[in-house]
C-alpha cells in the first residue's frame, strides 16, 4: 500500500492540527492504520493507531486526551486531530499501515513519507 501524509505547519502551543493520511493500492478498509512520529535526535515512536472499522482505537500515553483518530473508508484516508499541542509533541509524522494493530505498533508496516509538525512555545 503507498501512504501520502500531509497536513502538518507550524502551530502554537496549544494550537491544534490535523494530519490526513491518504492510501492507495490495496483494499483501505481491511487493513489497520495508525501514525508514528519522530523527532531530532530520537527513534521514531508510536502515536495512534485504528482497525479497519474504528472499533478499537490506540494511542500513546503522552497524547491521551489530546488526539484523536479517524478513517473514512469511503476516501481511503486515515485523520490525527492533534489538540492542545505542546512544543515535545514536534516531530515529523508518519503514517503506516498493515494487517494487525501488533505489526502497526511494532512498525512493521508500509511507511508514507511523513509531514513535519512544529509547535512553538
Known amino acids: 500500500v503507498q501512504l501520502q501524509a500531509s497536513g502538518g505547519g507550524l502551530v502554537q502551543a496549544g494550537g491544534s492540527l490535523r494530519l490526513s493520511c491518504a492510501a492507495s493500492g490495496r483494499a483501505f478498509s481491511r487493513i489497520v492504520m495508525g501514525w508514528f512520529r519522530q523527532a531530532p535526535g530520537k527513534e521514531r515512536e508510536f502515536v495512534s493507531a485504528?482497525?479497519?472499522?474504528?472499533?478499537?482505537?490506540y494511542f500513546a500515553d503522552s497524547v491521551k486526551g489530546r488526539f484523536t483518530i479517524s478513517r473514512d473508508n469511503a476516501k481511503n484516508t486515515v485523520y490525527l486531530q492533534m489538540n492542545s499541542l505542546k512544543p515535545e509533541d514536534t516531530a515529523i509524522y508518519y503514517c503506516t499501515a498493515d494487517s494487525t494493530v501488533a505489526r502497526v505498533r511494532m512498525g512493521f508496516g508500509s511507511w508514507g513519507q511523513g509531514t513535519q509538525v512544529t509547535v512553538s512555545s
Open positions: 485504528t482497525s479497519w472499522n474504528i472499533d478499537s482505537t
